[in-house]
């Protein structure tokens, strides 16, 4: 009886109906986002800005030289910081460069291609997150000690070989973390491309999609 009743313009119209309503959400939670984050921008035109935070970063600003070193002037903006820049997009290097253990604390610390991040260049923003999202993938090549050999090629022989290092991703893996499998594989133009390395690596568990 169902099948009876089902008419092809009408599935298809309800495809469209709901693809355009999602389109319209994604399109929505930009901008809630967007109002949310501008509503906790400070006001310029506060009565203290002199002595505040801002203030301090707004004379920085105006300055033509003579600027404060970078460290010293997250420290001294630590609390507006966060309100002008919530999520932060630094390598493990600018961590440790630039902010201090004590001043800045983040809610969430994510590593992407953690397979290429030794472990001890990962401490330092490990260190000043609550919690952590760690993503790579164990089948990819792990990070090598080739460049720091060639930095100090001169107390290098020439038969040392570098050696792999461990990376963040296996010692998360290794401590018995929690693991989720992001199966879904989009990335390639045309499935044949993936097919190899699914099959011989992956145990064809990727499910991949068919190109247009």
Same mark, same amino acid.
């Given at each position: ?39 906790? $921008?400070?006001?310029?035109? /506060?009565?203290? +800005?002199?002595? @505040?935070? *801002?203030? &301090? ?22 609390? $507006?910081?966060?309100?002008? /820049?919530?999520? +932060?997009?630094? @390598?493990? *290097?600018? &961590? ?35 919690? *952590?999202? &760690? ?78």
């Amino acid at each position: 009886p169902q099948l009876a009743r089902f008419r092809g313009q009408d599935h298809a119209a309800a495809i469209e109906r709901f693809a355009e309503l999602d389109r319209q959400s994604i399109r929505l939670a930009a901008k809630v986002v967007v109002a949310r984050l501008a509503a906790e $921008l400070p006001q310029l035109r /506060s009565t203290n +800005v002199g002595t @505040s935070e *801002l203030g &301090v970063l707004e004379r920085e600003l105006k300055k033509q030289r003579r600027h404060k070193p970078v460290r010293r002037l997250l420290h001294e903006i630590r609390g $507006l910081w966060p309100r002008l /820049s919530p999520c +932060v997009l630094m @390598s493990p *290097l600018s &961590v440790a460069q630039f902010l201090s253990r004590e001043a800045h604390r983040f809610d969430l610390v994510v590593f992407d291609e953690a397979s290429q991040i030794p472990m001890w260049d990962a401490v330092g923003a490990i260190g000043r997150g609550r919690s *952590l999202i &760690v993503v790579g993938d164990s089948k990819q090549l792990p990070p090598t000690s080739f460049f720091q050999r060639a930095a100090q090629d001169d107390e290098a022989g020439e038969g040392d070989v570098p050696e792999d290092l461990e990376s963040v991703l296996d010692e998360c893996a290794a401590a018995g973390l929690p693991r989720q499998s992001l199966d879904w594989h989009y990335r390639s133009r045309h499935e044949s491309l993936i097919a190899f390395s699914n099959h011989h690596y992956y145990q064809n568990r990727l499910l991949t999609f068919p190109s247009p």
